[in-house]
C-alpha cells in the first residue's frame, strides 16, 4: 500500500508543473553519445507523457556515433573542427542516410509506438530549415555545414497544433536546393528561439556542465553566459562541448526561459527536470 501512496504523491509533486507547461512548447534535443537503447526507450516515454498531458514537445535528434561508424564502414574519414563535421559530398551522402533514412524513423516509430502520434522531418521538408554555407571557422572549410537563416515554425505549429509531436534532423537546404548538414545543437536553439519556447533541454551523456570535464563533483546546477564564454576561452569547456554550449547561449540571449543541459543516459531524465521540485543537471542564464 505504502508504494500506491508514494506513486501518488509523486503525481500530485507534477501536477503545478504539468499545469504550468500545459500547451507550452518544450525542445528537447536528443542525440550523440546520450543515444543507446536503454535509454531511448525511456526518452521516448518521456516525449508521450509530455505529448498526453498537454504540452507540446519537439525533438530535435543528432546521430554523430552512428554517422561515425558508416563512414569509418565506407573508409570515409571523420573529421572535426571544434566540436562541428567537416562534411564534404561523400559525408553529406552519408549524413541523410543516417539521420532521415535511419535514426530520424526510429524515433517516430518508437513514439508510435507508445499511442503518440510522431512525423520525421529533416529541414529540406517544406523548407523546414533554410541555410547558407557556413563560412570557415578559423580558416578552416568546414564543406557542406550549414548556418541557419529560416524555420518554418508555421509547420511546426501546425503539427503541435494536431496532435503530432515533430521530430527533427538537423539537414537543411540553401536557396539552390543544396543540402547541407546542421549540427543538432545548433537547430534545437534555432527551433526553440523561432517558436519561443518555454524550455530547451539538451541530452547529453554527462550531468550537465562541469568545471573540470571528468570530474563530476565539479558539476555546475547554474551558469551564467558570461561564465560559459570565460571556460570557453580557458578551455575548461572544448570539442563537442562548445556547439551544445553555444545553442545554449543563443536560446537564453533569445529570450527562452530556461535552458537546461541534462544527462540523457539516466531513467526518464525529462520528467525528473520538468516535474519535479528538485531539477537535475545545469540550468543556462543570462
Known sequence: MQELINKANILCEALPY?????????????????????????????????????????????GGPEINALLDKLHIKSQFHKGLRITDKASM???QM?????????????LASLG??????????????TVKKLPPQDGVDLG?????????TKLIRMLCEDEFVPVIAGIGTDEHGESYNINAD???????????????????????????????????SEISVAEI????????????????VKGCINGVERGIGRVHVINGRIP????????TDKGIGTMVTL
Open 268 to 275: 526518464h531524465p525529462i520528467l525528473l527536470e520538468l516535474f
Open 98 to 110: 543516417v539521420m532521415a533514412g535511419k535514426i530520424n524513423k526510429n524515433i517516430t516509430s518508437a
Open 229 to 244: 564564454n570565460r571556460m570557453i576561452e580557458s578551455g575548461q569547456i572544448a570539442g563537442g562541448m562548445i556547439p551544445k
Open 116 to 129: 503518440v502520434k510522431a512525423i520525421g522531418l529533416t529541414g529540406k521538408d517544406a523548407a523546414l530549415i
Open 186 to 220: 545548433t537547430v534545437a536553439s534555432e527551433v526553440a528561439a523561432a517558436l519561443n519556447a518555454e524550455k530547451l533541454i539538451y541530452l547529453t551523456d554527462i550531468d550537465g556542465i562541469r568545471r573540470i570535464e571528468n570530474d563530476p563533483s565539479t558539476l555546475i
Open 144 to 152: 557542406y555545414v550549414g548556418e541557419v537563416t529560416g524555420i518554418n
Open 18 to 62: 504539468i499545469r504550468k507547461l500545459a500547451k507550452k512548447t518544450v525542445v528537447i534535443k536528443y542525440g550523440g553519445n546520450a543515444m543507446n537503447e536503454e535509454a531511448t526507450a525511456g526518452i521516448m516515454q518521456d516525449v508521450a507523457m509530455l505529448k498526453i498531458v498537454g504540452v507540446n514537445p519537439v525533438l530535435v535528434h543528432g
Open 93 to 95: 551522402e552519408v549524413v
